[in-house]
């Protein structure tokens, strides 16, 4: 039990793109569903943080305009990266957690590369 | 700010080998402390989850321990095998996940 599922697992597009990935919770309802990015060699950083059917809160650092997050179901948290250039490059995992006490799931992350 | 150490960075080790990961917190007031693996290019799969009130736990072959007072943690892994090479992240949680930079372990056949 406790499936997340992240599609896609890697995107290569053109600077400029818009991109964005999907994160479900395949066997439970998420309230919560979390965002990181990871550098090569590093910690994951976490970029934001979406409640269903409430707006995103986004760690210090993180633009919300460029890292678009929507969370419209108890099943789906989707992370849209506009206009995205090579510093985007990075691999994004997402989470989700049905309470808050409770351990959070990851997918499998998406890796994404802007030529 | 609550920061993760995690030391070694990376470790290799002979197959059949017992060893110790180490993972280290400056907050001590955090609601539990996991372990997870991460196999090259994937996510994150949990391995063992200590409450604050817990001390260890324990899982198969390995084993988890906290110190929460002086801000510590143990991984120890018995009996090494090759599939165990992987990157292992320590993460602490109050109000959110910090994560430490991992040890890469690379047991050898």
């Known amino acids: 039990g406790a499936v997340v599922s992240q599609h896609p697992s890697r995107v290569i597009c053109k600077s400029g793109t818009s991109v964005k990935i999907e994160c479900r919770s395949l066997d439970f309802q998420a309230t919560t569903m979390f965002w990181y990015r990871q550098f090569p060699k590093k910690s994951l950083m976490l970029m934001a943080t979406?409640?269903?059917?409430?707006?995103?809160?986004?760690e210090q650092g993180v633009e919300k305009d460029k890292f678009l997050i929507n969370h419209a179901s108890l099943t789906l948290s989707t992370l849209t990266v506009t206009s995205a250039h090579p510093e985007d490059s990075s691999f994004y995992i997402c989470s989700a957690q049905q309470v808050s006490n409770q351990p959070q799931h990851f997918g499998d992350g998406t890796r994404l590369s802007i030529l | 700010k609550q920061e993760v150490t995690q030391i070694p960075a990376a470790l290799s080790v002979p197959e059949g080998e017992n060893l110790v990961l180490n993972c280290s917190f400056t907050d001590s007031a955090i609601y539990n402390l996991q372990w997870f693996r991460q196999d090259p290019g994937k996510g994150l799969t949990s391995l063992l989850l200590i409450q604050s009130s817990q001390r260890e736990q324990t899982s198969g072959r390995l084993n988890a321990s906290l110190d929460k007072s002086s801000g510590r943690s143990t991984l120890y892994i018995a009996a090494s095998q090759p599939g165990d090479s992987a990157t292992y992240l320590c993460a602490v949680k109050r109000d959110k996940i910090i994560f430490g930079k991992g040890t890469r372990l690379h047991i050898l056949p």
């Open positions: 979406s409640n269903e059917g409430s707006k995103a809160t986004y």
